[in-house]
């Protein structure tokens, strides 16, 4: 049997050409357009490198290698792969014929510094204020999702977030492909697995669900909500597991909400329309959504409350704790913004201050001046 060691050096010499990108704390991500147009992004802004594969098979070549690496297979028949490099990195490959005009590969860096809530405050993306308020959210056992689109730093956000959970709660995690690296020490980390090429051996993600419900979790984080598993994170947080944490695509706060009842209707399990939206507006208390912005940086854009489900209006009842006020540009292009607090307490505050924690002193101050003056951001999303 080859030494695991050995093999990685191989494989890493089949990425010859992008070697030196995957070797670069500052490159996030290295996008391949077949074996002649490589791209890497840095602080957010995409850059075309004159590196090239020697042809498409040397490409397709240690795709398939990669594809051995993680135990799977990618050709004609089975033309998309889902897997990691020996660091950790993501990669994400598609092979003709499903991409015609050459192998498509998208490598999401794996980056052995977490970044940490102080760090994440240093680099702009939230605020001293929303860290506190983030710490009393978390710490209370809310159940928080993480939405933003793709790159928008949700992974990122999530392990930072992962720090405020106290140390004596056990932590179960559930990944697709495991990415997370939780700043905690009790954690139970749980891996789907695809079929093999008979179609056996198949861990899905909803398989996980129902073995983690018999792990005596505290909390269950899940890396990234794709699917049906939804319904079953919706009852496992209206069942007595709070403290939930987990990531999913979404633009805004409104369509966090609609695109997670969007994927509890694809499990199997029949369930009236109304009722869903009930449980869910239930199960979920706060949304934290994150952005890339126009400048390239990532940022949070809102702290939200789920407040419920209006039956009469059939509307779901949301509220902005934190909001992202922009001011335009700077001299270097860059994007003048600042997370304020809304001037709304959130109807959560009392769980908060059972927990012993509460939110910062500026964001009672603003409630104060928004009640003098009448004004406060509340909104209802259809």
Known sequence: MIPREVF????????????PYLEDPAVSDIMINGPDQIFVEKKGQLHLTDARFESREALTSALRNAA??????????????????????????????????????????????TLTVERLVGFGAMTEDAAVSLHALVASK???????????????????????????????????????????????????????????????IRDLFRAT????????????????EALDLIQAMTSGHGGCLATL??????????????????????????????????AVNIIVQ?????????????????????????????????????????????ILSDLAPTGILPRCLPQLHEHGVDLPPVVHEAAERAKRSGKGRVSDYG
């Open 68 to 113: 051995q690496f993680v135990g799977k297979h990618i050709d004609e028949e089975r033309p998309i792969l889902e897997g990691r490099l020996p660091d950790g990195s993501r990669i994400e490959a598609v092979i003709p014929p499903a991409a015609p005009d050459g192998p498509c590969v998208s490598i999401r860096r794996f980056f052995r510094e």
């Open 142 to 204: 809310l159940n928080v999702l993480i939405a933003g689109g793709t790159g928008s730093g949700k992974t990122s956000m999530l392990n930072a977030l992962s720090s405020f959970i106290p140390e004596g709660e056990r932590v179960v995690v559930i990944e697709d492909s495991r990415e997370l690296q939780l700043q905690r020490t009790h954690v139970c980390m749980l891996e789907a697995r695809p079929p093999d090429p008979k179609g056996r051996g198949e861990v899905t």
């Open 213 to 228: 419900l018999r792990l005596r979790p505290d909390r269950i984080v899940v890396g990234e909500i794709r699917g049906g």
């Open 290 to 334: 994150v952005s890339r912005l126009q400048d390239g940086s990532r940022k949070i854009t809102h702290i939200t409350e789920v407040l419920g489900y209006d039956t009469t209006s059939n509307t779901y009842q949301l509220q902005d704790i934190f909001a992202r006020d922009y001011q335009g540009f700077g001299e270097g292009g860059e």
């Open 8 to 19: 990685e050096e191989t494989l890493l010499q089949f990425f010859a050409p992008i070697r």
């Open 249 to 282: 695509h979404a633009t805004y706060p409104r369509d966090t909400v609609t695109r997670l009842e969007t994927m509890a209707m694809m499990s199997d399990i029949e369930m009236p329309l109304h009722a869903l939206r009930i449980q869910l507006a239930s």
